[in-house]
């Protein structure tokens, strides 16, 4: 490729529209270049606050922003809606599903990851993943289905209904409880008659020795105290075993298994490259990360240059949670969402400099911000510019950050109107069943 004098028809191909394929993008809207952007969706989701769909708190229009309408003055941007189905380095194409082609002469892979089971892909229909908008509208109708299968009962006991287990004491896994503590205890606690949904039994399991692995012993166990006083139950060093509609079979280090009888499992576990992501792997033989880090399958991330390209492919970029590369202290970067957006925006800036002659830029170094996770109403835990905070500071700090990160200036609004009203009221106006109708004998 050259990287000589400026050629407005240089093509740059961005797979993805996510946190890395937008900041990249917009890293390049002033470069002499024509960009085609490809998602299978035509939005961009802000999957940070998914679990708030998911629970009832947020509609899915709150958190999505349409691509088009994101890059509706950015001229050099053209939005493709299509699934990538391949890429052929030698001829420098992606290959959609619906058989077009797109020709690129710079390629930025800005995919994002899937979901991993663990191998177990059968253990998908009893446990609800939350990568997607169809995810969590799925996993808010089990949820609130669940609710209403436990008032038409008629056996006696703690019914199975009322029974949620979480897989995953990640971030996303301990939002979830505290969100779903939240509703147990206020929003639907006088809403029924014959049950008390406040009697709900909330399981937080984890295969680790703590929740949060991503942070400090001292902000896992604040989170742990904060979950206990919210009612969940925190299970760790636990792995699943199987799922059925019934329940989960786990096993400790012991190899000792016990079984929660549960209709309703939600999945925040693993993640995986997806398949697009393994077909380059397998087109260019490229070098990937040998012990699967921050992903469930072995290999799955690509080994980048510190400039995010892959070896011998300097037109090809990689970035977010595909992208295998280490921090300046030796550690491996996350797949998480700032990691993403830095270097969307730096692999878009290298091309910038390239097609207007600038001086190479200088390896990716990723500044890092902090961690946070939301855990109940003004409850929190936070890791900002290496200070550690809990409680309501951390909490006001998350609601900032969050809203400041919505795409639209639109979404902000509506956002922050509802965070307020569910604040004073505990209520969850999103909290609609709809799609296949939940049936007593199927979680599914």
């Known amino acids: 490729m050259d990287s000589g004098s400026p050629n407005p028809l240089h093509r740059v191909v961005v797979i993805g529209g996510g946190f890395a394929g937008l900041s990249a993008v917009r890293a390049l809207r002033s470069a002499p270049v024509e960009i085609t952007l490809i998602d299978r969706r035509n939005f961009h989701l802000f999957q940070p606050l998914l679990y708030q769909v998911a629970t009832g708190s947020l509609s899915p229009g709150d958190i999505s922003s349409p691509l088009r309408s994101v890059f509706s003055h950015q001229r050099n941007v053209r939005v493709l809606m299509g699934a990538a189905a391949s890429i052929n380095p030698q001829r420098r194409l992606v290959m959609l599903s619906d058989g077009a082609n797109v020709e690129y002469d710079s390629l930025i892979v800005a995919t994002g990851s899937g979901t991993s089971y663990f191998g177990h892909d059968e253990w998908r229909e009893h446990a609800q993943c939350l990568k997607s908008i169809e995810d969590a509208t799925e996993m808010r109708r089990r949820i609130f289905t669940a609710f209403e299968n436990a008032e038409s009962e008629t056996a006696s006991g703690v019914s199975p209904w009322l029974t949620f287990v979480i897989v995953g004491g990640g971030a996303t896994g301990v939002e979830l409880a505290g969100a779903l503590s939240e509703i147990a205890h206020k929003t639907l606690k006088d809403d029924f008659r014959r049950i008390r949904p406040e009697q709900a039994q909330l399981i937080l399991v984890d295969q680790g020795p703590r929740i949060l692995s991503a942070f400090s012993d001292r902000i896992a166990h604040k989170a742990a105290q904060a979950l206990s006083k919210l009612g969940v139950q925190v299970r760790c060093g636990v792995r699943v075993n199987s799922i059925d509609a019934d329940g989960v079979d786990l096993r400790d280090a012991d190899e000792n ?8 499992v939600l999945w925040a576990g693993g993640v995986a490259v997806v398949p697009i992501v393994r077909q380059l792997v397998a ?59 830095q270097q969307g925006k730096y692999a878009g800036g290298v091309i910038h400099r390239r097609r207007t002659g600038q001086a190479p830029a200088g390896p990716f170094v990723y500044s890092d ?42 979404s902000r609004v509506v956002v922050l109107i509802r965070w307020a009203f569910q604040y004073l009221t505990f209520s969850r106006g999103a909290r609609l069943i709809t799609g296949e109708d939940g049936s007593k004998g199927n979680s599914a």
């Open 283 to 341: 087109a260019l033989a490229a070098p990937t990360d040998p012990e699967g880090r921050f992903l469930t399958d072995p290999k799955g991330r690509i080994l980048v240059n510190p400039d995010l390209t892959i070896p011998d492919h300097p037109e090809i970029f990689v970035t977010g949670d595909v992208a295998a590369l280490k921090h300046v202290d030796g550690s491996w970067l996350p797949g998480v969402a700032q990691v993403a957006l």
């Open 369 to 410: 911000l902090g961690d946070m996770a939301v855990i109940g109403r003004a409850s929190a835990v936070a890791k900002l510019f290496g200070v550690e905070v809990w409680g309501w500071p951390a909490w006001i700090v998350w609601l900032f950050i969050h809203l400041m990160n919505l795409v639209e200036f639109q």
């Open 257 to 264: 298994t016990s079984r929660i009888a549960s209709k309703t």
